[in-house]
Antibody, heavy 120, light 109 residues
Framework: QVQLVESGGGVVQPGGSLRLSCAAS????????MHWVRQAPGKGLEWVAF????????YYADSVKGRFTISRDNSKNTLYLQMNSLRAEDTAVYYC?????????????WGQGTMVTVSS | SSELTQDPAVSVALGQTVRITCQGD??????ASWYQQKPGQAPVLVIY???NRPSGIPDRFSGSSSGNTASLTITGAQAEDEADYYC????????????FGTGTKVTVL
């Protein structure tokens, strides 16, 4: 079945780095754009980043631009989020999500999320 | 960047109809998509585009849009519909960015 599984979350000190992974299965990963979305504890959803199906273009929320890098390895069916210069406000559950494409601008498949805690 | 505003909470009697609204300038250019999130779970897409439901989403969920406002309607609300609901759309700034609404907690009485 179609599935996204995130990993790589954990506790990191302010200013530190972390790399999240999202393993995709059950669909042709290389044909779809992918997103990262996060949710701080008790708060709403925040879109973080998007990468086109072939990795040719990447887009970021202002809150993470210059600190986070989205990438993908289509040979491994895996999406990544490299997070540098982490701040307390980056503490959140991070979800990867599949882009619906076809000009619909929606996220049709979500992973279960991985928790990132930035704390000293 | 764009903002999408939702009412923080609404309640509905079992079997009755509830409408959740989402307001923002980006909705004049793009349709909203809607997500249901239950405690401790990942969001689930319930409506996208003009009024499309993914496979497995009950037909009591429907969407509509007018001007800068998008709406999600649950007709005949069930106990299992109690959840947080978020709208989302492309940002209208011209960049390929996205924005989520502030979220609405739906309580089924």
């Amino acid at each position: 079945q179609v599935q996204l599984v995130e990993s790589g979350g954990g506790v990191v000190q302010p200013g530190g780095s972390l790399r999240l992974s999202c393993a995709a299965s059950g669909f042709t990963f290389s044909s779809y754009g992918m997103h990262w979305v996060r949710q701080a504890p008790g708060k709403g959803l925040e879109w973080v980043a998007f990468i086109r199906y072939d990795g040719s273009n990447k887009y970021y929320a202002d809150s993470v631009k210059g600190r986070f890098t989205i990438s993908r390895d289509n040979s491994k069916n895996t999406l990544y989020l490299q997070m540098n210069s982490l701040r307390a406000e980056d503490t959140a559950v991070y979800y990867c999500a599949k882009d619906l494409t076809g000009g619909e601008y929606a996220f049709d498949i979500w992973g279960q999320g991985t928790m990132v805690t930035v704390s000293s | 960047s764009s903002e999408l505003t939702q009412d923080p909470a609404v309640s509905v009697a079992l079997g009755q109809t509830v409408r959740i609204t989402c307001q923002g300038d980006s909705l004049r250019s793009y349709y909203a998509s809607w997500y249901q999130q239950k405690p401790g779970q990942a969001p689930v897409l319930v409506i996208y585009g003009k009024n499309n439901r993914p496979s497995g989403i009950p037909d009591r969920f429907s969407g509509s849009s007018s001007g800068n406002t998008a709406s999600l309607t649950i007709t005949g609300a069930q106990a299992e519909d109690e959840a947080d609901y978020y709208c989302n759309s492309r940002d209208s700034s011209g960049n390929h960015l996205y924005v989520f609404g502030t979220g609405t907690k739906v309580t089924v009485l």
